[in-house]
């Protein structure tokens, strides 16, 4: 078994999409391991975008994901990082293949639904900036 990390992001959140995003996430065979609804202060969005802090969408994405509620949840699956990227579709909501949870739910780039990791490495990173290496998950 392997993990990968997820947010929904503020725009799924405040369109009411947290319930069929979590539907989506259990029928593809993720588990659900641990999960909280949290709020993103701008040093936490700037310390979790970190690695895109050189890019030119960095402080509108900060900006964006402190406008409102998330979910943070860590999901297990035997590969869990790729099979995760697969279900989401491709960041751009635009190029997101049918059926993925960004075509269905995405509005933009930037409001895309959710978040996944890109790596096993960075599902840790991500994982325990959420839940702090707690050893209950
Ligand atoms: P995410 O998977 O959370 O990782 C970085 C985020 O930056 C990405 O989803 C997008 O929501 C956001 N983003 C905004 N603009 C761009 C862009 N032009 N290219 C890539 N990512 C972007």
């Known amino acids: 078994m392997n993990r990968t990390f997820t947010m929904i992001k503020p725009d799924a959140v405040g369109n009411g999409h947290i319930g069929a995003i979590l ?4 029928a593809s065979g993720f588990n659900i391991v641990a999960m909280k ?3 993103l202060s701008k040093s936490d969005a700037e310390k979790f975008y970190q690695v895109h802090s050189e890019r030119s969408f960095y402080g509108d994405l900060v900006n964006y994901m402190t406008e409102g509620p998330i979910v943070a949840a860590i ?3 035997t590969n869990a990082v790729d099979d995760f990227r697969v279900l989401i579709g491709a960041t751009n909501p635009a190029e997101a293949a049918e059926g993925t949870i960004r075509k269905l739910f995405a509005t933009s780039i930037s409001a895309n639904a959710v978040h996944g990791s890109d790596s096993d490495e960075n599902a840790k990173i991500e994982s325990n900036f959420f839940f702090k290496n707690d050893e209950r998950f």
């Open 23 to 26: 539907e989506k996430i259990n």
């Open 37 to 39: 609804l949290t709020k």
């Open 75 to 77: 999901l297990q699956k």
